[in-house]
């Protein structure tokens, strides 16, 4: 074998391995989802394609009104663990109140301007615990979210990654909040 065709050889286990190494880099630090349902309207819309920042909260903390992906214990039609994408309302140490379709944090009246109707449903009292979250969806009336049973309060672990950007529809592309 001539030393040309070595040093091609090398060049393209070089090229392959650094591709591998960044591709792997890449699917660690984001995830893409796509929107299924209606809970996060008007905000998000079923079938919008999102990117996640998987390291959001490896460096930073969770912040109220962050929109999220967490697991849940929740099941899919074909049996799979369903995730949930939610905005985050109350974090540790919060004193949630919501009564007579309000939202109090620590005393205070918060401004919602991201949610459907105005309404949100429930009557909760509660200080939030260490390591864990309070996620509602922004169509409050129709949101499998932390005022379930079935959900409840949310694991800081069970969080998937922050929503990054919206890629489709293309009409929409750009950054969520």
């Known amino acids: 074998m001539s030393d040309k065709l070595k ?12 591709s591998l190494v960044l ?5 660690q ?23 996640l920042n998987r390291l959001s909260y490896k460096f930073g903390e969770v912040e109220r009104g962050d929109i999220i992906v967490f697991k849940t214990n929740l099941k899919q039609d074909n049996g799979k ?37 105005a309404y949100t449903s429930g009557d909760i009292d509660i ?15 129709n949101s499998k979210d932390s005022r379930s049973e079935d959900v409840g309060l949310v694991d800081e672990n069970d969080i998937l990654g922050e929503v990054m950007v919206r890629l489709l529809p293309i009409s929409n592309i750009g950054t969520v909040k």
Do not use: C, Q
């Open 7 to 18: 040093k091609e050889i090398i060049d393209w286990i070089k090229t392959i391995a650094i």
């Open 23 to 27: 591709a792997f880099l890449i699917v």
């Open 29 to 51: 630090v984001i995830k893409p989802t796509i929107v299924s349902g209606e809970s996060m309207y008007p905000t998000l819309n079923d079938r919008d394609y999102l990117i």
């Open 81 to 117: 663990e369903k995730d949930l994408i939610k905005r985050v309302i109350a974090i540790p140490g919060d004193h949630l109140v919501i009564e007579n379709s309000k939202v109090y944090i620590n005393d205070e009246l918060i401004d919602e301007p991201y949610i459907h109707n």
């Open 127 to 141: 200080v939030i615990p260490e390591n864990k979250i309070f996620a509602m969806g922004d169509n409050r009336e």
